[in-house]
């Protein structure tokens, strides 16, 4: 197939493009560098440094056989402290795409969607039949994607899938995690593994868990990409399908930091600050639908896999 990857200069989108070219599919990436890096694009792919919005429309006239829209601002935190970024960047930018693809007949779409759009929930692992309440503006703005996807499906005949990711790590060959501002705990306490930092802040250790730290499902970015590939093959036309990608366990941020000692051999200090605003305590995913429709296995369910990968791509940037 010949697709279309906004954000493929980014951490995921880089990833699902390489593992979309290996698969022998035909790759444009666009992104306009905001926050990713041009030399995360794979080689092999066709490169265009563009505003999404302003471009969509000239580059989906070339006839793609689906889009794959990784592109977003993505910070819990800076969604709180700049609503209009976040309601902007993510929903405004996706509108847009959308007539683009309205407007040239792309057949299908793959979006990026997120767990933040479950907000607290009511049942844990949470399936996707459960209530959509974000807690921050980065839930709220991806939840408003998820619903205009779905009314592009039904009245245009796109065949749409939205992922909801839960917390994504780990890298897949040479393609890996480097943000400008990093905010993610696996990457923030590797950096203190490495010197880079004196000590990782832990967000609260009053939340209602069992070790009074935050739970997070986290999942290998090679697990998935192998969804992304998935999900273009079991496409509908006319169906919008919403499926959770999770490993179904739930690790606390202490338990995070002390894998990433085992993994390391680092001490890494760890300190207890104030809660970060728009954090759910407990996020974990149930995701039997992606395993039984789109037969989905996650290969590399295991936290210290994960960390171990994180940091061998974290370590060899560090020496090159
Ligand atoms: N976290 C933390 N210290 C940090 C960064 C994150 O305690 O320096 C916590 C955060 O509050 C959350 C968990 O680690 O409970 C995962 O946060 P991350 O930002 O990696 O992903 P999110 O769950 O927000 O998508």
């Not at 697990?223 to 399908?241: I, S, Y």
Request: one cysteine or more; charged letters at 20%; a negative charge.
């Amino acid at each position: 197939m010949k697709l279309l990857v906004t954000g493929g200069a980014g951490y995921v989108g880089s990833v699902c493009a390489a593992r979309l070219l290996e698969a022998g599919h035909e790759v444009v990436v666009v992104d306009d560098l905001s926050t990713g890096h041009a030399d995360a694009v794979p080689n092999g792919c066709k490169f265009v440094e563009a505003d999404i919005a302003e471009a969509a429309g000239d580059l989906l006239a070339e006839s793609f056989d689906g889009v794959l829209h990784f592109a977003a601002k993505s910070l819990v935190g800076e969604s709180m402290q700049d609503p209009f970024k976040y309601w902007q960047g993510n929903v405004v930018t996706s509108l847009r795409l959308l007539e683009a693809v309205r407007e040239h007949g792309t057949p299908r779409l793959v979006f990026s969607s997120t767990a933040a759009t479950y907000g607290e929930p009511d049942v844990v692992p949470i399936p996707e039949t459960a209530a959509t309440r974000p807690t921050n503006t980065y839930g709220a703005s991806k939840l408003a994607i998820d619903h205009a996807i779905s009314s592009y499906a039904s009245a245009h005949g796109l065949a749409a899938t939205s992922l909801r990711y839960f917390n994504v790590a780990g890298a897949h060959q040479g393609f890996g995690e480097r943000h400008t501002v990093e905010t993610h705990l696996i990457p923030i306490v590797l950096q203190v593994a490495l010197g880079q930092r004196e000590q990782v802040q832990i967000f609260g250790d009053d939340w209602p868990t069992e070790d009074g730290t935050c739970v997070r499902d986290y999942i290998h970015v090679t697990d998935l990409a192998d969804a992304h590939l998935l999900a273009l093959e079991h496409a509908t036309p006319g169906e919008h399908r919403i499926y959770n990608l999770g490993n179904g366990t739930g690790f606390s941020v202490e338990q995070v930091i002390d894998t990433c000692r085992k993994v390391t051999g680092h001490p890494i200090p760890a300190l207890v600050a104030p809660r970060r605003a728009g954090d759910p305590a407990t996020l974990v995913a149930s995701s039997e639908r992606a395993r039984s429709a789109l037969s989905w296995q996650p290969k590399h369910a295991d936290l210290e896999v994960i960390v171990r990968d994180a940091w061998e791509f974290t370590r060899a940037r560090h020496q090159s």
